[in-house]
Structure formats: C-alpha cells, structure tokens
C-alpha cells in the first residue's frame, strides 16, 4: 500500500495495523482462560466480570505490580513468556497475602515498536499462569511508544483483582508474639533483585547469558529466568481454616522489608538463620559481587518466597501439609515483641 | 551514611530509601480519595475495597490504560499532575461506556530514577481526577529500573475497576439501525495520536513547547497538554434510565476505529461532517504536517471525544441535556445498515 501523502501515523513510528494482527492472534490464547463469570472478550472497552455469587460480604482486593529489570534477562535471552509468568504469579501472591484468590487479570505492555512474536510471547505465558491460578485474562492495553524504549525492550505491568470474604481477610491483626514464622522456599530470585544482580553477573563477573554460573550446573539464562512461584495452591486450602494468621510475600526489599508490613504495632520477628541453607545462587551472586550479608538480605528473598504466619501449635502441622502440598517449606522463626527483623 | 563495602543496590542505581520516602509523602494526598468501601491503607501488599451493597447482580468493569507519547510534552514542560488526570479520566471513560461507575484505581509508574517532586505531582493529579470522578486511588506500583528509562523520563500506566448491575450493562446489543449518534465534544487531543503531534509540531513546524500554536493564541503546551474530559458526571444520570443505548469512547484509531466496536454484526455509522466545526487545533496540525483528512480521522477524535447512541426520537433531548450538564453536545449523524462508519 502507498504512503498516504505527508506525514501519517505509521511514518510517526505507529503501526495501528499491525496492532490490530497482534490483537487477534491473542485472543484465542486468552478465551481459555474465561470462566462462567467472564462476560466480556477482549476488544471491548472494558472487562467485564460478574462477582461470584456466595459471599457475605464479598472484599476485592487488588495490586499492580511490574517485572522490573528481570526483563532485561528476557531481551538478553530472547525468551518472553517466562516473564509473563512472573508478572501473573507475583500479582496472584501479592493478593494472596490478604486471603483473596484471583478473579481476574489484567496487562499493560508498551514497546517502541511492538514485535508480533515478542507480544504473542509475553501474553501466552501471561495466559498460561493465569489458567495455573484459575485467574481470567481479562484484558490490558498494549501501547505503541516511539522514542520511550529500546529496541527490542519493553516494559509490562500487570494489574489484578480477587476476592476474599470479610471475615477471612488478613490483616496482620491476628499476629501475636510467639506465633511461628513458616518459610516457603522461593525458586530463585522471583522477580526482585535483578539491577545488583544484573549488575553483579554481567559486570564484576563477566558473564554472558548463555555462560554457565559459576558452580550451578545451569546458564545465567536458566538461573535468572526461572519463573516466580504462585503459593496460590499450596496455601488455598488454608485460607479459610483459621490457622494461617499472615502471610508475607517476600518481594523488594527482601525479608526485612516485607515481614514488618503484616506484623502489629509493637511486634518484630526473628528468623534464625540457621534453619535453612540459603540456594547456591544466592551465595554466587554474594561472592561474585563481594555484596554484604546486611545488602543480600535486604535486596534478595535468600530462598524464602512466602512467610506464612502460624500459632506456635499449629505450626509444624502446616509446615508439613505444605510439603505434602509440594512446597519446600521450613520453621523459620517467630513473631518476638520489639520491632523489625533480626537476623540471628 | 557510608557504603557498604562491594556491590549494592543503590550502586547499581535502586534507592529504596528514596522510593520510601516518596511513598509516605503520598499518602495524604491518596487518603482524600478514600470512601466508605475503602479498607486499606497503601503499604499493604493489596488495596482493599468492599464490594458495595444493592446490587441484584453486580458486574465489575475494568480497564487499562496509559497515557502514550503525551507523556513526551509532559516531560518537555515539566508539568506531570496533567498526565496524572488525564490517566484517570481515560480509564472511567472507558469503563463509563459499558455503563459502569468506577469504584477504585490502580497506577504503575516507572522511571529509571524516581524523582520525589515528579512522583508526587504525578500522583497527585491522579488523586484530584479520582476524587472528582468519586474513585478511591487504592493503590499502584512505583518501580525504578535503571537503563530502562531516559533520565527524566517515565511511564505511567493505569487500572480501574468500576461496577454496574448486570441489567444495565451496556454492550451495543441495543444499537438499532436508524438510531442516532450524539456526540460529546472533547477537550483537545485527550491521550491520542501523540506521536504524530509531536511530529508536525516539534518537526515539521519547527515550533517549540512554549511556543505560541499559530493562530491559537495558546501555546503548545497549553494546546497539547489540555487533560483529556471525564464524561462521567454528565452521563452518570444517563446510565440507568434506559435512553442511551451504547456509548463510544473515542481514543486510539479515532472515529472510524471506536465507534464500530459498540456496532452490532450489520450495522455501520454515517457521521455527518457538516454537523460541528473541527476545533481549530486539529486545522493546524492537519496542516502544519500536510496530513489527509482520512489520516487525520484515523488517529486523532477531531473535537470528539464521546459518542452517545439513542433511539432516533431521543436524541434531542439527550443532547438537550448533556448540554446543560455543560457538555458541548450535536447530534452527528445515525446508525445505518451496513459496516464501518461513513464520514459524509
């Protein structure tokens, strides 16, 4: 087709047709994960999702979250459906932790120039995460933004509403001193870390994507791109049993940073440091960055995705019905009066 | 406060404390937008938001959005509260023409480095668009990615979740030909066809951001960065009594992309040109890049920003109406038998 005279949309970096193909090539991925309760398909202006019958007092609850740098492993490694993943599992935990399960999910993806591939990719794996965790796709925005990325890079954000009935809700408000902290190991970095990390791997150690990791057996592609764990299933059976007291999603800011939000006024924790033996990963990067104890724990999850707080009786209980669910999962300390986290 | 010895994260260009910071300070500003639904504070890991009492069957409609390359002239002007509101402001129109009211709002905000004064001028136009279209800022996602962003840049992205009674959804299935088309006048180029603005404006007119827009007599940045129009107050007395039959928001793609979607399988559109006169910024721009009028109707909405499905003998006093609510409202033409919309 010829240029239409003077300047157009596509001569300004803005392909609306291939947009359009993008589009339709996604959709049908997306219709598998629509349930009884979605009413809409893509392309209307809005989602449209009816709440689930059967709640007293039905609570949404909802996050918005990113992938961060890891996307930078994506571009390196050419692999983009693994941060899909991500994105899904982070935004499930984060909701998680207040009791809710997932209704629905939704997307915003901006490039430069959007790459069919590279979006069908992105969505897929989006997709699949979100059928994982019985959570609908149910829409999102994919921006054309000349002059703001890369080539080849883009960013995406993820946007996701649940449901948690009133008096399951958690809060922290239940947590006492003495209550038992349960760790759910992590299966890698999830998605938090990854500028030191980057930074560590690729300019003090030198490494390249496909290079091994030093004493890992695995790429630094393989290592830095496992996907985020969902604690979805493990942990659903026990929401609404009363044991679990708080969780705490350990993202940013590592274990000091996220335990504190769901402990009270007047309480911190004690994790003891020798219940678990942290992943080899993390012990890589640590020395390959000559990075400090103190900075590893405040940047890393150190192996622990999820603190699932617990009666001092109930704890081993649950520990134990989590392993069987399938999580590596540990007694990691207990909820002490004082405050903040004291690695000991 | 010295560095820890070796690698760390504010080295490698994250500064949580900063990022802490940031956060608190917004904190009052979110807290006006709060309602009686609203049951959590930011800092938790999800926002918290009741599902309201009275609905029969209560349908939640959500949306994403961003701003696109309008967040160029905003960097250019220094000015971010604009962008902030104009976010908002698409996200309940897009909500508003299935018929819903919105309830609660979601941002992610990325920069490389988060600045504090542009973060909280961003989020605080956020706040003052939320509370005048009667939604709770609940939450969102503030991640700083360094090389992801250029110094001073950012991208803003947002999410809304609104709620209307199932029986007075609105999807198009009551769009019948013969119906009439009322169009709501827009504000300026709300947060659409940015990119080819920029174009005409910063290249091909050779004009500057505080340069007068010829023959305007407002400047460019006056001209470009007028918040993009929330309808909601004047069409909510619409939504529940049964006139308006579908609404159109026009965004990306125009008249000629937008309106079709609220078509039924059968139907187009004959948009009468001789109906409004193009507000004279679109003139300029048309002329100022040489850019057809096919081309103009394709990316930008030409003084529409809204348009109004009716029965044929509702029209009048639709308009009549949307008009003392202080819109800027005619009626543009009628649903026809066919497909596509027709720009007679």
Known sequence: ???????????????????????????????????????????????????????????????????????????????????????????????????????????????????????????????????????????????????????????????????????????????RAGDSLIALGSSGLHTNGYSLARKIVFEAMGLQIRDEMPGLGISVEEALLSVHRSYLSALRPHLTEGRVRALAHITGGGIPGNLPRVLGRGLGARVRLDSWEVPPLFRVLQEGGGVTADEMFRVFNMGVGMIVITAPGDAHAVAQELAAAGEKSWILGEVVEGKGVELA
């Open 1 to 175: 087709m010829p240029e239409p005279p003077g300047l157009s949309y596509r001569a300004a970096g803005v392909d609306l047709d291939a947009a359009e193909r993008a589009k339709k090539a996604l959709r049908a991925l997306v219709a598998q994960t629509r349930d009884e309760h979605t009413l809409s398909e893509l392309g209307l202006f809005g989602g449209l999702y009816a709440v689930p019958a059967g709640y007293r007092a039905p609570v949404l609850v909802s996050s918005a979250d990113g992938v961060g740098t890891k996307l930078k492993l994506a571009f390196l490694s050419g692999c983009h459906d693994t941060v899909g993943q991500d994105l899904v599992n982070h935004c499930v935990n984060d909701i998680l932790v207040q009791g809710a399960t997932p209704l629905f999910f939704l997307d915003y993806l901006a490039a430069g120039r959007l790459e069919e591939g590279v979006v069908t990719d992105v969505v897929r794996g989006m997709a699949e995460a979100c059928l994982a965790n019985g959570c609908a796709l149910l829409g999102g925005e994919t921006a054309e933004m000349p002059d703001f990325y890369a080539p080849g890079e883009y960013d995406l954000a993820g946007f996701i509403v649940g449901i948690v009935e009133r008096s399951h809700m958690l809060d922290g408000s239940l947590v």
